[in-house]
């Protein structure tokens, strides 16, 4: 329903998924979504989309086990690490292929969306690398984190990018 919002009257939004909504209206997002079945985004209370896009980054932060569940971390990072991108890419694809189905279609659905964002970045000045940056983090963590964390955070953002660049080639 986010992504669904945002891409119907939000795509040309100044710094979309970087600048943050009034956290006290996400939180209130969150709820609602928590305890009721129906919920109408495109309520005055939900005007604001930096809320929508604060919520959906919520959920996927929240999440037990990341969108790239945990014990896939190390095999996406050693994906990235390859030194021919059409290496990567294939060991990217092989690794969408085995992640469980609602993590693959989830994936997919957030990569299809944050190509369009891309696609709109002269509006909403969101490039690959700031979505990188921005979800990076989100969607890829190990399960301990030990180790270097500036190197860690520069192998999660590559992931995004090149997911966001190569979706095509990754995700059909």
Same mark, same amino acid.
């Given at each position: 329903?986010?992504?669904?919002?945002?891409?119907?009257?939000?795509?040309?939004?100044?710094?979309? !998924?970087?600048?943050?909504?009034?956290?006290?209206?996400?939180?209130?997002?969150?709820?609602?979504?928590?305890?009721?079945?129906?919920?109408?985004?495109? %309520?005055?209370?939900?005007?604001?989309?930096? *809320? *929508?896009?604060?919520?959906?980054?919520?959920?996927?932060?929240?999440? +037990?086990?990341?969108?790239?569940?945990?014990?896939?971390?190390?095999?996406?990072?050693?994906?990235?690490?390859?030194?021919?991108?059409? #290496?990567?890419?294939?060991?990217? #694809?092989?690794? *969408?292929? #085995?992640? +469980? +189905?609602?993590? #693959?279609?989830?994936?997919?659905?957030?990569?299809?969306?944050?190509?369009?964002?891309?696609?709109?970045?002269?509006?909403?000045?969101?490039?690959?690398?700031?979505?990188?940056?921005?979800?990076?983090?989100?969607?890829?963590? +190990?399960?301990?984190?030990?180790?270097?964390?500036?190197?860690?955070?520069? !192998?999660?953002?590559?992931?995004?990018?090149?997911?966001?660049?190569? !979706? %095509?080639?990754?995700?059909?």
């Amino acid at each position: 329903m986010c992504i669904e919002a945002v891409e119907k009257r939000g795509l040309d939004a100044d710094g979309l !998924y970087r600048v943050s909504g009034n956290l006290s209206t996400i939180q209130k997002l969150r709820f609602v979504v928590n305890q009721e079945e129906k919920l109408n985004l495109d %309520d005055s209370q939900w005007e604001d989309i930096h *809320v *929508v896009t604060g919520a959906l980054k919520m959920f996927f932060r929240e999440l +037990p086990d990341p969108l790239f569940p945990h014990c896939f971390f190390e095999q996406f990072v050693e994906a990235i690490k390859l030194p021919e991108s059409e #290496r990567q890419i294939s060991a990217l #694809r092989t690794l *969408v292929s #085995r992640l +469980p +189905p609602c993590n #693959r279609d989830t994936m997919r659905a957030l990569f299809e969306h944050l190509r369009k964002i891309v696609v709109n970045a002269s509006s909403n000045l969101m490039s690959t690398q700031s979505l990188g940056i921005v979800f990076g983090p989100t969607l890829l963590r +190990p399960e301990n984190d030990s180790g270097n964390m500036a190197v860690c955070m520069v !192998y999660q953002n590559q992931i995004v990018e090149l997911m966001i660049l190569e !979706y %095509d080639a990754i995700f059909c």
